[in-house]
């Protein structure tokens, strides 16, 4: 089945660090992948929506300086968290699809960050 | 903008029993619904994909159906075991996705 990789699991850095994000179509091409936040013991919330090739679109209230998407390859997505702080510490998930929003959406196993 | 809730938000439940979980959603207009698993600290895990002309998808002890029309879903787990303790998390797809509240549930054996 369609495989989602994402790396780093667990990132622990300082304040002021910029922290980036993979996250892979091991066995296909996903010309839109999708960027979560989720906070403890809460659902996901959409970030951005990665496109290949173009810029990504944000959701409202998600800095896009903040968070630099780059959607270099139809299999690779990366997400840049810049100069982080305490309150960017968080759990991030991708999913892409091999058709886009209306099929089956695969996610990646996310990446707990933590700003000290 | 699509609402999505999930109830009830935690579920304790013996071994072996038949449970069912609920989500419901704000506008009809969807592509599909999906149902997720989420252990702690971890990524989704897809269960079942309902298409906005079906009525229900089953895998398994799981079967979950749908009522566009309602804006209801429901996710229905037969014999429950320890190892189905998790969250459950709905998600619908419009324009883009939209993730429930989740519901935490727990299997004592």
Known sequence: GAVVSQHPSWVICKSGTSVKIECRSLDFQATTMFWYRQFPKQSLMLMATSNEGSKATYEQGVEKDKFLINHASLTLSTLTVTSAHPEDSSFYICSAGSQGINQPQHFGDGTRLSIL | ?109
């Open chain 2, 1 to 109: 903008k699509q609402e999505v809730t999930q109830i009830p938000a935690a579920l304790s439940v013996p071994e072996g029993e038949n449970l069912v979980l609920n989500c419901s959603f704000t506008d009809s207009a969807i592509y599909n619904l999906q149902w997720f698993r989420q252990d702690p600290g971890k990524g989704l895990t897809s269960l079942l994909l309902i298409q906005s002309s079906q009525r229900e998808q089953t895998s398994g002890r799981l079967n979950a159906s749908l009522d566009k029309s309602s804006g209801r879903s429901t996710l229905y787990i037969a014999a429950s075991q320890p190892g189905d303790s998790a969250t459950y998390l709905c998600a619908v797809s419009g324009n883009q996705f939209y993730f429930g509240t989740g519901t935490s549930l727990t299997v004592i054996p």
